[in-house]
């Protein structure tokens, strides 16, 4: 292998992990970044068919969310499933008259819309003021699933930050934009010190640039 060539190698591997350790620092930030990611509902919606993402409805002062649309098998499901609204919100369901009686009852049975019923044009209203995700469901089909989630504000449990990550440098004390960065470092040194071995061991050969007597 020729000096240039050793070089040229070497240089893109240094900048290569480098850059690597940079975009991973970013990425690590982003994921860290309070409100911004995923809600983490902890499997509380994993049976449920008709969740697909969090609707975000930040900004209105009152969302309104259907009981009894298609989902589950049947009309047993809210629609939407899960709602992202800001503190103060209120939250209003109106039942559509299909799938049956339904109710709304919190998952802690902090409130609770009464007896479930199948007639439409019901409603039931709750206001939320506290951050976090909010869990409710239908009594009477909880088993197949209709179940929903109301996330307000910007202080909740998020996926980035879960503890289902295999490996996470936070938990070995170590802050993660450093992880990225010492991993850089310690690679790019190495590169510069095979670079150095092979000029100690080979030195400039009369080919390394090319030419010849």
């Known amino acids: 292998m020729h000096r240039r060539d050793f070089l040229r190698s070497a240089g893109t591997v240094a900048g290569g992990t480098a850059a690597a350790g940079a975009a991973g620092s970013a990425a690590a930030q982003e994921g860290e970044s309070g409100g911004g990611g995923q809600p983490d509902y902890g499997g509380w919606l994993s049976d449920t068919s008709n969740f697909s993402t969090t609707e975000d409805f930040r900004g209105q002062e009152e969302v309104t969310v259907e009981v009894g649309v298609e989902g589950n098998g049947n009309d047993w ?5 899960a709602i992202h609204v800001d503190s103060g919100t209120t939250v209003v369901w109106e039942w559509t008259g299909r799938g049956g009686g339904h109710n709304v009852v919190g998952e802690n049975d902090d409130y609770s819309s009464g007896p479930s019923t199948g007639e439409a044009g019901t409603t039931f209203k709750q206001t ?19 179940k929903g989630a109301v996330v307000v504000g910007d202080d909740y449990p998020t996926k980035s930050a879960g503890a289902s990550t295999p490996v996470n440098p936070e938990h070995m004390g170590v802050p993660i934009q450093a992880h990225y ?8 040194i190495s590169a510069s010190l095979a670079f150095t071995f092979y000029l100690v061991k080979y030195g400039e050969s ?8």
């Open 77 to 81: 499901a809210f629609g939407p499933p």
């Open 206 to 213: 009369p080919h390394s640039n090319g030419g010849s007597n």
């Open 181 to 188: 960065v010492g991993i850089a470092t310690v690679l790019g």
């Open 128 to 146: 939320f003021e506290a951050a976090g995700i909010h869990k409710y469901y239908c009594d009477p089909h909880l088993s197949v699933g209709m």
